[in-house]
T-cell receptor
Framework: DAGVIQSPRHEVTEMGQEVTLRCKPI?????LFWYRQTMMRGLELLIY????????DSGMPEDRFSAKMPNASFSTLKIQPSEPRDSAVYFC??????????FGDGTRLSIL | AQTVTQSQPEMSVQEAETVTLSCTYD???????LFWYKQPPSRQMILVIR??????QNATENRFSVNFQKAAKSFSLKISDSQLGDTAMYFC????????????FGQGTRLTINP
């Protein structure tokens, strides 16, 4: 089975630009999670979905961040406008209820 | 508050040695799952081992085993016959059963296996 697929693997863009990160969860998984990882703050849960519905977005840092899951096989995380402090590795993960989360390879985002 | 503490930011051992990574956690819930994830330099997050809190028997996966002490809220990971490929960040985490699906992560332990 294919794992969680994230794109792009690397993204470098200038401050103020819109950034879109994409995720395809494992087929059949009903939970999808977006994380951000930085040296200073470690792994932070940004938002998670159950059956395509956002359940908890309390980790989303501010209104510049938004996430959608239009169907069971696709999710996006958008940052608009982007800022240098948004530079991090962003992970998507998926799971079945109370089963281990399977992570994608992450997107390394650099905002110049 | 639910927290995970990994008290060893870094560890280093020689190849073939046994190493134990510490993890303590705090929750008032009784039913939960515990996990160890490994993040090698390639940055993938890989599940190493899981433990159901209701099980007394410690989980094992080949060279990896845990020492789960529920009363002490301790969940250490033992790696036997360590290999160079075990070099990675190791994260301890748990999720409450029948609660929010959030994994609570520790800050990680950077493990280096030296040849």
């Amino acid at each position: 089975d294919a794992g969680v697929i994230q794109s792009p693997r690397h993204e470098v863009t200038e401050m103020g630009q819109e950034v879109t990160l994409r995720c395809k969860p494992i087929s059949g998984h009903d939970y999808l999670f977006w994380y951000r990882q930085t040296m200073m703050r470690g792994l932070e849960l940004l938002i998670y979905f159950n059956n395509n519905v956002p359940i908890d977005d309390s980790g989303m840092p501010e209104d510049r961040f938004s996430a959608k899951m239009p169907n069971a096989s696709f999710s996006t995380l958008k940052i608009q406008p982007s800022e240098p402090r948004d530079s991090a590795v962003y992970f998507c993960a998926s799971s079945l209820s109370y089963q281990p989360q399977h992570f994608g390879d992450g997107t390394r985002l650099s905002i110049l | 508050a639910q927290t995970v503490t990994q008290s060893q930011p870094e560890m280093s051992v020689q190849e073939a040695e046994t190493v134990t990574l510490s993890c303590t956690y705090d929750t008032s819930e009784n039913n939960y799952y515990l996990f160890w994830y490994k993040q090698p330099p390639s940055r993938q997050m890989i599940l190493v081992i899981r433990q159901e809190a209701y099980k007394q028997q410690n989980a094992t996966e080949n060279r990896f085993s845990v020492n789960f002490q529920k009363a002490a809220k301790s969940f250490s990971l033992k790696i036997s016959d360590s290999q160079l490929g075990d070099t990675a960040m190791y994260f301890c985490a748990f999720v409450i059963i029948q609660g929010a699906q959030k994994l609570v992560f520790g800050q990680g332990t950077r493990l280096t296996i030296n040849p």
